[in-house]
């Protein structure tokens, strides 16, 4: 059964600072990994997708990296502004209809 | 703009009623889906439509059902069945299944029981 982990649950940093948010799981054997960002009291905004045989994909100020043999991923985030503040959580496929998440971590930039 | 649509944003329901959520998509995606959201459990699968007039149970189906008449259309109603409804219900679409494309979500509707 794939699980996913994210630690911290919760961050918070000045602004203006690069920051790593992490992801783990324990089925290594994953399609593909995506990461969200979700605001208070709002849907899933799609940031990355980034399949299993790419080992990174970028957008903007966002990088995702994956490591598919130690079940890791993580999301890069540089020159951190206040609008980042938000819940990021990573999903990997379970079977072709089922995305399993992670918890979440809540991220707070600070000004 | 292309998206997913859910209504209404909120909603309140009273013990013994059934509601209905609504959830349309503009994005031509064959696939949608039904997840609800708690603090401290995450997202769980609630039902997934592959195709119109298909559809399947997820992680906890019991005290919901839908429906999939039309491609654009998966409306999730909530039964007097469903116990502790109260929670953040999201909808996603994909083209295709989640092991080959990307998830989009809509803005959820918060359901209250009072």
């Known amino acids: 059964k794939q699980e996913v982990t994210q630690i911290p649950a919760a961050l918070s940093v000045p602004e203006g600072e690069n920051l790593v948010l992490n992801c783990s799981f324990t089925?290594?054997?994953?399609?593909?990994l995506q990461w969200f960002r979700q605001d208070p009291g709002k849907g899933l905004t799609s940031l990355l997708l980034i399949q299993s045989s790419q080992r990174e994909q970028t957008s903007g100020r966002l990088n995702a990296s994956l490591d598919k043999s130690s079940g890791r991923s993580t999301l890069y985030i540089a020159a951190s502004q206040p609008g980042d503040s938000a819940t990021y959580l990573c999903a990997v496929p379970s079977g072709a209809q089922k995305l399993v998440f992670g918890q979440g971590t809540r991220l707070t930039i600070n000004p | 703009d292309g998206g997913i649509t859910q209504s209404p944003k909120y909603l309140f329901r009273k013990e013994g009623q059934n509601v209905t959520l609504s959830c349309e998509q503009n994005?031509?995606?064959?696939?949608m889906y039904w997840y609800r959201q708690d603090p401290g459990q995450g997202l769980r699968l609630i039902y997934y439509s592959q195709i119109v007039n298909d559809f399947q149970k997820g992680d906890i189906a019991e005290g919901y059902s839908v429906s999939r008449e039309k491609k654009e259309s998966f409306p999730l109603t909530v039964t007097s069945a469903q116990k502790n409804p109260t929670a953040f219900y999201l909808c996603a679409s994909s083209s295709d299944s989640f092991m080959n494309t990307e998830a989009f979500f809509g803005q959820g509707t918060r359901l209250t029981v009072v």
């Open positions: 089925d290594s054997a994953i399609y593909n």
């Open positions: 994005l031509n995606h064959d696939a």
